[in-house]
T-cell receptor, first 114, second 109 residues
Framework: KAGVTQTPRYLIKTRGQQVTLSCSPI?????VSWYQQTPGQGLQFLFE???????NKGNFPGRFSGRQFSNSRSEMNVSTLELGDSALYLC?????????????FGPGTRLTVL | GQNIDQPTEMTATEGAIVQINCTYQTSGFNGLFWYQQHAGEAPTFLSYNVLDGLEEKGRFSSFLSRSKGYSYLLLKELQMKDSASYLCAVIDSNYQLIWGAGTKLIIKP
């Protein structure tokens, strides 16, 4: 079974631009969660989607948004990029919704904002 | 607020035993995960505890005390490949995962 895939793996943008990241979950998984990881901060939860509906949202500004398609693939969008948005963005899929299910992580997208 | 505390970094010797602690203060508790993350790679699942006690899985064991808000991950017979970050995550009352900053474990020969 193929694992979670994320594209692109690396991205360099400048302040003020916008970016879209993509995540394809493991086949059969309907829940996709997004996280931001920065050194010393750990994983910060962005949002969780299940069956095309946002179930949960973390404490991030409205510049961060996401969606999920009928095939469970998910995209995350960040508008008006700031230097502080530089981070590793991880997505994780699970069969069921909710944090009490084992999550399978993708390799991440490393975003650098200049 | 919600808080997960783990040591930032630990060093141990190949073949030895190491215990990585995690203390938490969260709004509710519905379980605790440990994940391993090698540098530049995705986190991978190690263990899940929801009841008090010790869960053993090969060289790795995880312990939970809900009354103390405390967990530890025990790694035995350390190997060089165990050099990684170990992430503790708690499921809160909203079934949302709250993550610690992770403990970087360095194994020396």
């Amino acid at each position: 079974k193929a694992g979670v895939t994320q594209t692109p793996r690396y991205l360099i943008k400048t302040r003020g631009q916008q970016v879209t990241l993509s995540c394809s979950p493991i086949s059969g998984h309907r829940s996709v969660s997004w996280y931001q990881q920065t050194p010393g901060q750990g994983l910060q939860f962005l949002f969780e989607y299940f069956s095309e509906t946002q179930r949960n949202k973390g404490n991030f500004p409205g510049r961060f948004s996401g969606r999920q398609f009928s095939n469970s693939r998910s995209e995350m969008n960040v508008s008006t990029l700031e230097l502080g948005d530089s981070a590793l963005y991880l997505c994780a899929s699970s069969y069921l919704a909710g944090g009490n299910n084992e999550q399978f992580f993708g390799p991440g997208t490393r975003l650098t904002v200049l | 607020g919600q808080n997960i505390d783990q040591p930032t970094e630990m060093t141990a010797t190949e073949g030895a035993i190491v215990q990585i602690n995690c203390t938490y203060q969260t709004s509710g508790f519905n379980g605790l995960f440990w994940y391993q993350q090698h540098a530049g790679e995705a986190p991978t699942f190690l263990s899940y505890n929801v009841l008090d006690g010790l869960e053993e899985k090969g060289r790795f064991s995880s312990f939970l005390s809900r009354s103390k808000g405390y967990s530890y991950l025990l790694l035995k017979e350390l190997q060089m490949k165990d050099s990684a970050s170990y992430l503790c995550a708690v499921i809160d009352s909203n079934y949302q995962l709250i993550w610690g900053a992770g403990t970087k474990l360095i194994i020396k020969p």
